[in-house]
Nanobody, 126 residues
Framework: QVQLVESGGGLVQPGGSLRLSCAASGFTSDEYFIGWFRQAPGKEREGVSAISSVDGSTWYRGSVKGRFTVSRDNVKSTVYLQMDSLKPEDAAVYYC???????????????????WGQGTQVTVSS
């Protein structure tokens, strides 16, 4: 069974940075996708970024392009989300999710992912 554990959330001032980690285990294949999602109170869960374990190809939500960077360490089976220039609207619970196969057009769709972490809170406030 795939298990995902997020860490690295916290309180940061606007303009600050945080790095989230997603430690993954239990994959039965070396080919999988990891997605980062977030959900703010009263809002739907939305895709933020995704990365392929095979070729490292990435996807970003438009509002985070140039500020967030997703990366992977296949040796450690960990995916990172570096978040810079954080804005109050980035505040949410952030989740990592995994799937073995996903169409490129669906990487931002939560229902395309079978496995989920427990989430980590990111608060952006002065």
């Amino acid at each position: 069974q795939v298990q995902l554990v997020e860490s690295g959330g916290g309180l940061v001032q606007p303009g600050g940075s945080l790095r989230l980690s997603c430690a993954a285990s239990g994959f039965t294949s070396d080919e999988y996708f990891i997605g980062w999602f977030r959900q703010a109170p009263g809002k739907e869960r939305e895709g933020v970024s995704a990365i392929s374990s095979v070729d490292g190809s990435t996807w970003y939500r438009g509002s985070v392009k140039g500020r967030f960077t997703v990366s992977r360490d296949n040796v450690k089976s960990t995916v990172y989300l570096q978040m810079d220039s954080l804005k109050p609207e980035d505040a949410a619970v952030y989740y990592c999710a995994a799937t073995y196969r996903v169409l490129s057009s669906l990487v931002d769709i939560a229902t395309a992912y079978e496995f989920w972490g427990q989430g980590t809170q990111v608060t952006v406030s002065s």
